[in-house]
């Protein structure tokens, strides 16, 4: 469906519930998510990783949101209560919890992406929508859902999938479809060990983005059918398109179709699913030009933000300047005779003097201790790092107190530091 029809496409959002699967750990980020979701880890300065789907869905007209969450939520819910409670009820619109709770069981949580969805059938069923979304909540990307669910409409699908290509060496961590010439899905194979190329490009691979249209009453009756099932896992990627496909009308809409870049921008999806994927997201944003465009106010990024004092720059003389090149530094920070370059720096980072930061990602809170050298890093919420510390410049040594990647970036958390930030004392 072309662009020309926005009234089409209005009613369409309109009549579509989001929901967000939020309930995830995100193992692969390490010790990023010992004590927070995925969903809920800082991305970006002054976001977290959940607020862009959140503000796809907004930008696109929907307004009808449930967030799934299970998994160490409650830095999540008090984000979601604090940044995103400005929807209005009374015009049925809202961002709705769906923690678990044992509703069809009372010793069942969640089993998987599937069953998740289906233990608030009840709760979904009361919305009286056309059409459900079911979406990732631990990627970043801009995208108008309003062009997917136009292209559902057009192709009378019973499922649509979101689909992009990937280089076939990454395919392995996704769903890797093929589709025929009219889109339709005629393949799915869930992370397979020889992933099938596109046609005519061998080094690139279709791939499932988790991002998902139903057809509300056939979603339903797909979702019965699976919980019913001793056999399966209750996955959407590992049971419900498998089954779907060979059974129904499944099609593919391409990313590039619905993705919000302008003119000349490429299309940016990025699964920050490791702390490599995460330290080059947040380090691509220190360009003078990133891919992901966060001043683009005709599609907004929304989230929580404290109210805290501009950033600060302090000291002048010649062997002690506040510098920062080639970064990004949010309210509340002070750099304090420091120099800080190409990295990025979340709130209330304070970097005291004659320390030396580059290329690293520094949380909330985080306290940089005088004469500190720090190097392709990221450092977690509220660590306080000691006085000289040097970090960076020996992997080996590095790896014997905190957590070092195959491509030498540290991860420093507080319970590396000794500092149980997260304990009772």
């Known amino acids: 469906m072309e662009k020309e029809y926005p009234r089409f496409v209005s009613l369409l959002t309109k ?44 930008n696109s007209g929907i307004r009808r949101i449930g967030v ?5 939520a409650h830095s999540l819910l008090q984000h979601l209560h604090r940044g995103w409670s400005f929807l209005r009820g009374e015009f049925n619109e809202f961002v709705e919890l769906m923690p678990a709770q044992q509703r069809i069981d009372e010793t069942m949580w969640y089993r998987g992406t599937a069953d998740a969805v289906f233990q608030n059938m009840d709760i979904l069923r009361n919305y009286d929508s056309t059409y459900v979304l079911i979406l990732a909540g631990d990627h970043v990307y801009k995208m108008d859902y309003g062009e997917m669910l ?30 025929d010439e009219g889109h339709r899905v ?32 056939f979603l339903y009756e797909q979702l019965a059918r ?6 399966s896992s209750h996955d959407f990627a590992k049971d419900i398109i498998p089954h779907i496909m060979s059974r129904y009308r499944m099609f593919a809409h391409s990313f590039s179709d619905s993705c919000v870049a302008a003119p000349g921008e490429s ?16 380090m691509e944003l220190t360009k003078v030009t990133p891919d992901l465009n966060l001043y683009d106010k005709t599609w907004p990024i929304w989230t929580y933000q404290a109210q805290l004092p501009p950033a600060k720059f302090v000291f002048d003389d010649e062997t002690r300047r506040g510098v920062a090149v ?52 990221v450092v977690d919420k509220g660590c306080k790092i000691p006085d000289g510390l040097v970090v960076g410049e020996n992997p080996e040594e590095d790896a014997k107190r905190f957590h070092v990647t ?15 930030l997260h304990h009772l004392r």
């Open 15 to 58: 009549n579509t519930v989001a929901l967000i699967l939020a309930g995830g750990r995100g193992s692969r980020l390490k010790n990023l998510t010992e004590w927070r979701a995925k969903p809920a880890v800082p991305f970006a300065g002054k976001f977290r990783i959940i607020d862009f789907p959140l503000s796809n869905c907004v």
């Open 68 to 72: 799934i969450t299970q998994y160490k």
């Open 150 to 179: 136009a292209f559902h409409a057009a192709s009378a699908a019973d499922m649509t999938v979101a689909c992009i290509e990937v280089p076939i060496e990454d395919a392995r961590e996704f769903g890797v479809m093929s589709v």
């Open 186 to 217: 005629v393949a799915f194979n869930e992370k397979p060990e020889h992933p099938q190329s596109t046609p005519g490009n061998p080094d690139m691979a279709l791939a499932s983005m988790g991002i998902y249209v139903f057809n509300a009453e």
């Open 226 to 231: 699976d919980a019913d099932d001793p056999n």
């Open 267 to 282: 299309a940016y999806w990025r699964d920050v699913g490791t702390v490599d994927a995460y330290w080059e997201a947040n």
């Open 326 to 377: 080639d970064s990004l530094v949010s309210g509340g920070c002070i750099i304090s005779g420091a120099t800080v370059s190409r990295s990025l720096l979340f709130s209330n980072v304070y970097v005291h003097s004659f320390a030396e930061v580059s290329d690293s990602v520094l949380l909330p809170d985080v306290n940089i201790g005088r004469g500190a050298r720090l190097r392709r890093v």
């Open 406 to 420: 195959k491509n030498g970036i540290t991860l420093i958390t507080p319970e590396m530091l000794g500092q149980k």
